[in-house]
């Protein structure tokens, strides 16, 4: 299961940037600076989810190839995204990964893997507070974007 967090890391990596880069519209600032942060924190957890994997002797996956056979994100094509379409894409994947993180959470404290359990804590606690920032960017963008 870890190897699949880490495959939809990598690919979210890719996804985030792709929307950063490629917003557009009155809300284009702090959704541009939303999604900065965002990357910056995947990239922060997929190196941390490979060394965690390594230090317990197991290979995390390597290859973009082995990402796209295993990840249960999907890639995004580049063109220009709505400040609506973006915060619904952000909103699913983290749900995904929020479910995604639940399960080795829960998988982990039953095996007494406690440096995994504490590790996908805060993920978790992460994800809690990130969805709530996007309700409240929902908020401010008005009537495209309140749901």
């Not at 295993?70 to 063109?79: H, M, Q, S």
Request: with cysteine; proline share 1%; aromatic share 12%.
């Amino acid at each position: 299961m870890q190897n699949v967090y880490l495959a939809n890391l990598g690919l979210w990596l890719v996804k985030l940037h792709n929307l950063h880069w490629n917003v557009t519209g009155k809300q284009f600032v702090p959704v541009h600076q939303f999604t900065e942060a965002l990357y910056d924190e995947v990239f922060e957890q997929f190196d941390a989810v490979a060394e965690v994997m390594k230090m317990q002797e197991k290979m995390p996956l390597v290859r973009m190839s082995q990402y796209l056979e295993v990840a249960t994100l999907e890639e995004t094509d580049g063109r220009d995204f709505s400040v609506e379409e973006v915060l619904d894409m952000v909103e699913a994947d983290m749900k995904t990964m929020q479910a995604l993180a639940k399960q080795i959470r829960d998988e982990a404290a039953e095996a007494d893997d406690f440096q995994v359990q504490g590790l996908y804590e805060g993920y978790l606690a992460y994800y809690a507070k990130q969805l709530w920032f996007l309700r409240a960017i929902r908020k401010e963008c008005g009537c495209c974007c309140s749901k």
